[in-house]
């Protein structure tokens, strides 16, 4: 390996920064973004504006452009996630080179969409066609599940939140996807027959595209036990041994178009509060640091896959989905930060 070669920026589609979720403002700022990028490599992020209670879409969404101009030096694609907005709203935002992203649970957050409602969107933005992204978990199953396991260890997460519920949203989805001719882009998939499904709808729908994140190919349930298990509390939760392993297994095969980390990073402080009660617990972990070295260290170095397809999964790929280019700056050095750890 020459130590002197040149490799591409790094690129993550699937990062949220500069919000609140849950009620629980994120850990990272667009200036606290570019001083962790700047050091790991990352030199384009997609970016999420979840439109909220009191602000329209497009004015949160040009604060959020301003912010990221002023704090962040890389390149922002923008994830737009309408609640009420109107298609007449939306539809100068998307010309502008922005996407949508859907969510099929949430339903108490105010953020869960019917697969009607994604269709008639599919439907309203069919003369200009910008790409849906889809948090997919089957609301009702999520619902039916919460109801039988009550909340009450970390690991429960795994049981409120199966596997089932994602592969159905997922199949309905992709069913929408096939029927209108749509590009849809299927983040974080956690569950090896969902993955299956979207290989099957590709050949219908060129269109189709899907992520994995790296935690879900790393780590499975065993790691929602045990001591500060509820700092890595996310949605879809980790998975069982049985599914974490087919899930490489697929990675190699080549079903997955990219790598994103999900970056959803609360501080540790709101984490433990309710360590004790993790139904209240904020939802997600940080990884974009860690994007590109921890597969390169449990998958690369360990001959599961090459330097070369990691490097198509977080540089070149990414780059074309959010439309810009990744260009030779790195050594691999550079790109090496630190292995995940939310301890």
Known sequence: MQSDKLYPWLCDFHVHVGERIGGYKLRDDFAALDSMAKKHGIAVIGAFVTEEAGLSLTDKYRR????ASKHFSGHV???LTPITASVD????LVEEGCDLKFYTTYKQAGLYSSYERIGRWMQDLSGFKPRILV?????AIVEESSARHPFNTPFDH????????EVLAVERVLDLAVKHAYPVHIVHVSAPQAALLIKEAKTANPDITCETAPHYLIYNEDRLKGDNAHRWLCSPPFRSEQSRGPLVELLQDGVFDILASDHCAFT?????????????????????????NSIYRKLVLK??????????????RPAGLMRTVARPEWTLNQLLGKEMDYE
């Open 158 to 165: 795994t049981l409120r939140r199966p596997e089932q519920a």
């Open 303 to 316: 001959g599961a896959i090459s330097l070369e397809r990691l490097v198509d999964l977080c540089c070149l």
């Open 89 to 92: 709203e939306v539809y100068p």
């Open 268 to 292: 540790k402080e709101d984490k433990d509060r309710f360590r004790d009660r993790p139904e209240q617990v904020p939802c997600g972990i940080p990884g974009l640091e860690s994007l590109f």
């Open 135 to 139: 948090h997919c978990e089957d609301n």
């Open 64 to 67: 959020m452009q301003d912010d």
């Open 77 to 79: 694609h923008w994830h």
